[in-house]
Each structure stands twice: as structure tokens, then as C-alpha cells.
């Protein structure tokens, strides 16, 4: 006669980690989400000392405006397919300031052209992450003037293609 053969038993550790790793998984794409693309969204990260140093900045009498015109970049992160054109007018007090710019003028689009371009396209359509930039690129100014000149800034132009 034929033997019989018994049914095959499952394999209990096999299964085990297939619901092990199932279970990792889930676990990894939980943490991710909730670090990574959470904050991003998180209107909590709003700051309210970063709001109140903005809000320092802005100045009640208008001054003189400069531009800084046509300062294209590739965002970080973009590989050369994307690239982001910006406009920008510094306000400054009176005459003296606006030649102080016109003179170090070069220095300062080199390092508006380096400071954008370590931005990522998120960063830069952010609204909070945008007056965080104009507060830091006005840092950058008064830096290389070595003088605090500059009151605010203005985006006269910001196209992200």
C-alpha cells in the first residue's frame, strides 16, 4: 500500500517573524511620520520669541529702499530641476545707508545667493520659515556692514519654478 503522508506542520517561527517584521514595520513608519512630516505641519512650532524679534525688526517710519535684483538659485535638494528667482529691497534709514549698501553690494548677493541656496523648496514656501529668512538675511547685512542699517526687507519678487 501506499504510505500516507502526514500533513505538513506549520512552521511556528516562520510565521513569528513575519508578524515580527509586519509589526516593525508599522512601528518605523509611525516614527517617521510623527518626526519627520509632523513638525513640518505643526503649527505648535510656531515660536512666539521668533514672532516678537520679527516684529522688532519692522520699522514705523518708511526709509529708503535698495534692491538687490534677480538673484537666482537651485533650492537644495533639487538636483538643477528646480530653480527659484528673488527680488529683494533693503530699508534703510537715510543716504549714508543706502551708499554703505551700494558699496559692499557684491558681499551681499554672495551671501544671499549661499544662504538661499541651503534652503529646501519646503523651507522656502513656508510662510513662518519665510519671515525667519527676510530676520536672517537682514542679520546677514547688518553683519557685513558691521552696523545695524538695515530695518527690513521686502520679497519684491519670489518665483519657485
Request: glycine share 4%.
Amino acid at each position: 500500500m501506499a504510505e500516507e503522508k502526514a500533513p505538513e506542520a506549520k512552521n511556528p517561527t516562520k510565521w513569528g517573524l513575519i508578524i515580527s517584521l509586519f509589526f516593525v514595520q508599522i512601528l518605523l513608519a509611525v516614527v517617521l511620520v510623527y518626526f519627520l512630516i509632523l513638525p513640518r505641519f505643526s503649527p505648535a512650532s510656531s515660536n512666539n520669541s521668533t514672532k516678537e524679534e520679527i516684529a522688532k525688526t519692522e520699522s514705523k517710519e518708511p526709509g529708503i529702499l535698495v534692491t538687490i535684483d534677480n538673484l537666482t538659485i537651485n533650492p537644495k535638494g533639487s538636483y538643477g530641476r528646480r530653480y527659484a528667482v528673488f527680488e529683494v529691497a533693503l530699508e534703510v534709514p537715510d543716504e549714508d545707508a543706502k551708499k554703505e549698501i551700494e558699496k559692499f553690494k557684491p558681499k551681499i548677493v554672495d551671501s544671499y545667493i549661499l544662504y538661499l541656496r541651503s534652503k529646501t523648496i519646503e523651507e522656502l514656501t513656508v510662510k513662518l520659515d519665510i519671515e525667519l529668512m527676510k530676520k536672517e538675511m537682514i542679520d546677514q547685512v547688518n553683519k557685513i556692514l558691521g552696523k545695524p542699517l538695515v530695518q527690513n526687507l521686502y520679497f519684491t519678487r519670489f518665483v519657485l519654478e
